[in-house]
């Protein structure tokens, strides 16, 4: 069983920078792929961005060039570096941990709030 925990989440203005932070139970990286995604009032959850097996990074289409993930294998934690903060990314962020067939992990979820 996996377990992942989020933080990191808060309250900031437009512009502003967040980091959000993703801490597995176990090492997972060799075998499974990791995401963020977020899902905002009344919207369905949406991809952010993913790291694959492979070290290769995808990010969605409305926070490229702003968002970036990355990983630290010795931590086992999973960031999400989130620039330029507009209200539109205001939601609950999830951390996925997942790979072929039928498993998949989702942590709790981090609120970013992104107001004047």
């Known amino acids: 069983q996996v377990q992942l925990v989020e933080s990191g989440g808060g309250l900031v203005q437009p512009g502003e920078s967040l980091r959000l932070s993703c801490a597995a139970s176990t090492n997972i990286f060799r075998t499974y792929a990791m995401g963020w995604y977020r899902q905002a009032p009344g919207k369905e959850r949406e991809l952010v961005a993913t790291f694959t097996l492979g070290g290769s990074t995808n990010y969605g289409d409305s926070v490229k060039g702003r968002f970036t993930i990355s990983r630290d294998t010795a931590r086992n934690t999973v960031y999400l570096q989130m620039n330029s903060l507009k209200p539109e990314d205001t939601a609950v962020y999830y951390c996925?941990?997942?790979?072929?067939?039928?498993?998949?992990?989702w942590g709790q979820g981090t609120q970013v709030t992104v107001s004047s």
């Open positions: 996925r941990a997942y790979r072929t067939g039928p498993y998949a992990y």
